[in-house]
């Protein structure tokens, strides 16, 4: 158990770790902070067409920018998996989908690992109050997959108020969370408007012990519903770019991975057919729902900064993956490739982090759980897939060594080093693009033995287990 220090000792050993941190590597006794607060914000299905990770994107993230600003932003950050299960099982309890047999959006992720502690719960057991809200665990099921033992109070994302009929006027086309437009029509009754609202308070209350809050931003994802002032900022923002021919390159794994995954890009096709700029405005909706959540970020930070206590916070920021919106004749999540894949990464660690940095390593997000540990000072879990990204905090530069590793389903994988997305499907069939001149990953080169030597040095990082797929939760 950590020892309990009061408020402003605990600032003073932070300011005494901020003189002593220097060099690169792991932190040594001196260097530990004492149990600094922390403030892990999730953000679901944020992509990287945003100002943070590309300045020629059309999405401004001015808010996740200003975050950045106070420590480092991991510019080739990658999910575990492009779902919302098996990628937040994964960052909570450090195991991969090919340790866990977390894969699906179903699965039982509690019933796979009921022994192994998630990272809320190291930070509990190390006399930390852990708080809560919105979407940390997945959200299907009415919170079935959320987690009591992880934390001491937690506020639930509130119920999904729908407008009285869909604003996209498409209800032959999908349920009515495939919509897109501007609702609710007070911006305080927006779900994320609460769950911000309550991490607020926490962040402004007084609290005896150490802090860890969760603060889970429902948006972008579907519906895709924001207020209005926030399809105003976006009205400039066209369709992004797209290979009308793309998929003809693709193998049979690919194509057998994707068979029930474009369900939203052929709907899309038929309600953009009969009613022509559906798709651009599709695309402004999404784009309006991530200016509502960079807005919110924002909200956080206010609070932070009227704090004494939030100088000295650790803050984690990350999306569970990203997002397709056409690109590759795909709107949705659910596969391997770059959009679905690249996410924002965002690590301020005062005293560790030097304001505006940036590290260009890949790196998934299996490197938050032990990360967190050791900037904190908690014991190290050798059970963790990942490995802790604190010499990288240090020195941006700093020896890596090791890909980011992505996993869609049992036995699809996909490696990505600086310059390479490498793709191994279920069937063994491959994909290979070359970020250096194909950004948009229009030419599948997998079966140009100009390079197999490249191949061969991704495919080593493919997981050599793959556990069993647990069992479906239903309820
Ligand atoms: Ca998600
Ligand atoms: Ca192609």
């Not at 032959?172 to 609710?184: F, H």
């Not at 660690?349 to 759980?369: F, K, N, W």
């Not at 793709?423 to 491959?430: H, K, L, M």
Request: proline share 7%; net charge neutral.
């Amino acid at each position: 158990m950590a020892t309990q220090i009061p408020q402003q000792n605990r600032t003073l050993f932070l300011a005494l770790g901020l003189l002593f941190c220097a060099g690169t590597g792991r932190l040594s006794a001196a260097e530990q902070p004492s149990s600094p607060d922390v403030l892990f914000v999730v953000i679901d299905d944020l992509n990287d067409w945003i100002s943070l990770l590309d300045e020629t994107a059309p999405i401004q993230t001015p808010n996740l920018e200003r975050l950045a600003a106070r420590g480092m932003l991991f510019s080739k950050a990658y999910c575990v998996s492009a779902a919302c299960n098996p990628s937040r099982a994964a960052v909570m309890t450090g195991l991969r989908p090919s340790t866990s047999g977390v894969y699906g959006n179903r699965s039982d992720w509690r019933a796979a690992v009921p022994d192994r502690k998630t990272i809320m719960e190291r930070f509990r057991d190390a006399g930390y109050t852990v708080n809560g809200a919105g979407k940390i665990f997945h959200h299907h099921l009415n919170g079935a997959f959320h987690d009591d033992r992880s934390f001491s109070q937690f506020q639930h994302m509130p119920q999904q108020i729908y407008p009285p009929q869909k604003l996209n006027n498409a209800p032959k086309y999908g349920s009515r969370n495939t919509d897109w437009g501007v609702w609710p029509p007070n911006e305080d009754d927006a779900i994320d408007t609460q769950t911000v609202r309550f991490c607020r308070e926490q962040l402004a209350a007084q609290h005896e012990k150490p802090l860890f809050l969760a603060c889970g931003i429902f948006k972008p994802h579907s519906p895709f519903f924001a207020p209005a002032r926030y399809h105003k900022a976006v009205e400039s923002v066209l369709t992004p770019p797209r290979k009308e021919d793309d998929w003809q390159d693709l193998p049979s794994g690919a194509l057998n991975l994707m068979k029930n995954k474009q369900w939203f890009w052929k709907g899309m096709l038929r309600v953009e057919d009969e009613q022509p700029g559906s798709w651009q405005q599709f695309v402004r909706s999404y784009a309006a729902c991530v200016t509502f959540a960079d807005t919110q970020v924002g909200r956080l930070l206010d609070t932070l900064d009227s704090t004494p206590r939030g100088r000295d916070t650790i803050i984690v920021l990350w999306s569970d993956h990203g997002f397709h919106l056409g690109e590759k004749n795909h709107i949705e999540k659910f596969a391997l490739w770059e959009k679905s894949n690249h996410v924002p990464f965002i690590v301020v660690a005062p005293g560790v982090t030097r304001p505006g940095t940036q590290c260009e390593r890949p790196v998934d997000l299996s490197v938050i759980y032990p990360t967190l540990l050791e900037l904190c000072g908690l014991e190290p879990d050798e059970n963790c897939d990942g490995h802790s990204v604190v010499s990288l905090l240090k020195n941006p530069a700093a020896e890596w060594g090791r890909p980011a590793l992505m996993t869609y389903q049992r036995g699809n994988h996909a490696v990505r080093s600086n310059r390479w997305r490498y793709i191994r499907y279920a069937d063994g069939t491959e994909e290979l693009y070359d970020h250096s001149n194909d950004p948009h990953e229009w030419k599948n080169v997998a079966n140009d033995p100009k390079w197999s030597q490249i191949i061969l040095s991704h495919r080593k990082w493919l997981p050599v287990k793959e556990a069993a797929q647990v069992k479906d939760l239903r309820r």
